[in-house]
């Protein structure tokens, strides 16, 4: 089993930064990819970024390329998504997620992963 317990959420004004964590717990062999992901009211959950835990390797979303950055801290064992350039089409809840293993196509499915946070709301006023 695994818990993720999602933070740092809040309101902001376009152009500002945030940093989310997620702090996990429970078998470390069940979180080797961490990923992030949103959805938005009245629109489906989407993928934002993922971090395979013991390589580093990232995975974004297009429309967040370049203003997100994903990392993780081994001793802590929290994954971070630092957020700039926030937008206003950023708004909505954020979720962590956590799987053993998935190849790199299946990253970016929501589908993959068995193990989920209960969300942060990031708000992003215009």
């Known amino acids: 089993q695994v818990q993720l317990v999602e933070s740092g959420g809040g309101l902001v004004q376009a152009g500002g930064s945030l940093r989310l964590s997620c702090a996990a717990s429970?078998?470390?062999?069940?979180?080797?990819?961490m990923g992030w992901f949103r959805q938005a009211p009245g629109k489906e959950r989407e993928f934002v970024a993922a971090?395979?835990?013991?390589?580093?390797?990232?995975y974004y979303a297009d429309s967040v390329k370049g203003r997100f950055t994903i990392s993780r801290d081994n001793v802590k064992n929290t994954a971070y998504l630092q957020m700039t350039s926030l937008k206003p089409e950023d708004t909505a809840v954020y979720f962590c997620a956590a799987e053993s293993s998935i190849f790199d196509s299946g990253v970016y499915d929501g589908g993959q992963y068995d193990y989920w946070g209960q969300g942060t709301q990031v708000t992003v006023s215009s």
């Open positions: 971090i395979r835990w013991s390589a580093g390797n990232t």
């Open positions: 429970g078998r470390s062999s069940s979180r080797n990819i």
